[in-house]
């Protein structure tokens, strides 16, 4: 049996870049956009289980997933006001949720951001939940598909 799309990839010329049509690129965007969504759902546990607003619990998951970040660096990756963020980690830092640490390169004013071992153990369900998820989609798309999956994400950093 030949494989088309081996044939394909070997053509004179073939640059894969180009294969995909408007509308299949608006479908992956649709569902990364669906699949972020799934996995965003459990921080939403966290925000009813620990009274916490929605933007909080995702502050939470995103330090879990990215320790060490900067103050400006997350401001920057949720596209949220510096207000609205020193508001949020204020009443995390309150909680015993987040642990502020000096930063050992560069600018020693410059804070890390960390979650404590409480904000860990807040997590813990919403990260397995989403390791679940997770798990369960490589499992369908299969282990071939594993490496394309983090070739495309990390492409698209």
């Known amino acids: 049996m030949v494989n088309v799309n081996t044939i394909r990839a070997n053509a004179p010329g073939f640059d894969p870049r180009l294969f995909l049509r408007d509308e299949e690129l ?3 965007i649709a569902l990364l956009l669906a699949g972020e969504r799934a996995l965003m759902k459990a921080a939403g546990e966290i925000s009813r289980d620990f009274d916490l607003p929605p933007l909080a619990a995702r502050v939470m998951i995103t330090i879990r997933f990215q320790p060490g970040q900067t103050v400006t660096g997350l401001r920057a990756q949720l596209d ?5 963020l020193a508001r949020i980690l204020g009443d995390l830092d309150r909680r015993g949720l987040i642990d502020r640490r000096q930063s050992d390169r560069g600018d020693r004013r410059t804070r890390l951001l960390f979650l404590s071992h409480e904000g860990k153990r807040v997590t813990d369900p919403a990260t397995l939940a989403m390791r679940d998820r ?7 798309a299969g282990s071939g598909a ?3 999956v983090r070739a495309v994400l990390e492409a698209l950093l």
């Open 26 to 28: 608006d479908y992956g």
């Open 134 to 140: 997770l798990r369960a989609a490589y499992r369908t």
């Open 146 to 148: 594993v490496g394309g």
């Open 80 to 84: 949220t006001t510096t207000p609205t």
